[in-house]
């Protein structure tokens, strides 16, 4: 079994960064592509950026530009590098492993006007 932790999460000023971590623990085999999704009170959860196994990666049109994703196998960690930030970027962000069927907790992103 997966366990996935987000962090980095925060209140920042339009116009700001943050960088979120996604760190997964436990059975990490099955870890293949990892996906970061947002959800916004009263709102869908959204797909933001994914990377693949390979590295290959996938953003949402509104992010395109301002957020970046990479990640690190060594220490079984994805990065969601968030710059420019909008307020309508405010969200909770959780990051998700499909083939695991694995998700974590969320980390609340608050971005100031």
């Known amino acids: 079994q997966v366990q996935l932790v987000e962090s980095g999460g925060g209140l920042v000023q339009a116009g700001g960064s943050l960088r979120l971590s996604c760190a997964a623990s436990?059975?990490?085999?099955?870890?293949?592509?990892v996906v970061w999704y947002r959800q916004a009170s009263g709102e869908e959860r959204e797909l933001v950026a994914s990377?693949?196994?390979?590295?290959?990666?996938y953003f949402r049109g509104s992010v395109k530009g301002r957020f970046t994703i990479s990640r690190d196998n060594a220490k079984n960690t994805v990065y969601l590098q968030m710059n420019s930030l909008k307020s309508e970027d405010t969200a909770v962000y959780y990051c998700?492993?499909?083939?695991?069927?694995?998700w974590g907790q969320g980390t609340q992103v608050t971005v100031s006007s």
């Open positions: 998700n492993a499909p083939k695991c069927r694995a």
């Open positions: 990377v693949a196994s390979g590295g290959t990666t």
């Open positions: 436990g059975d990490t085999s099955c870890i293949s592509a």
